[in-house]
């Protein structure tokens, strides 16, 4: 089933924030912190990024969900107004990715084309109007 969440970028403030989200939205709602010192990549990060968060989820009304991430300096990343939240779209098919993804990304900048990642099937997209998207198949 198809499902819209907001991914939020932060610059090593992620935990901070979520934390402090889940205080405010729902205090007993499970918060799932992915660091990037669970992964691989850890080893060719600077220390001060590693603790950093990779991916973070924390459910706040109504079943919305938001994710986020840090956004690290050692990759060239800086948080900005345009890439500091997108909505993010969890699709059913990759036809569905590719249909949506061709009509938004006309006129886009800061675009990645849907491609294989990890996790699934993947892109994102700053649209003509400077909202931000971003498309998944999750990997079965």
């Not at 990343?77 to 061709?102: K, P, Q």
Request: net charge negative; hydrophobic share 40%.
């Amino acid at each position: 089933m198809a499902t819209v969440s907001t991914y939020l970028n932060f610059q090593l403030q992620t935990e901070e924030a979520f934390t402090w989200y889940r205080s405010i939205f729902n205090p007993t709602a499970p918060l799932t912190l992915i660091r990037f010192s669970d992964t691989p990549m850890a080893e060719n990060l600077p220390e001060k990024e590693r603790n950093g968060i990779m991916n973070a989820s924390l459910e706040i009304i109504g079943g919305h969900v938001l994710f986020a991430t840090d956004m690290l300096e050692s990759m060239g990343h800086a948080v900005r107004i345009g890439n500091n939240t997108t909505l993010n779209l969890i699709l059913d098919s990759r036809e569905e990715v590719d249909r949506i993804y061709a009509e938004l990304s006309q006129g886009a900048t800061d675009k990645a084309d849907p491609h294989e990642e990890p996790w699934g099937y993947w892109g994102v997209c700053l649209d003509k109007y400077g909202v931000r998207w971003m498309f998944n198949v999750l990997a079965e």
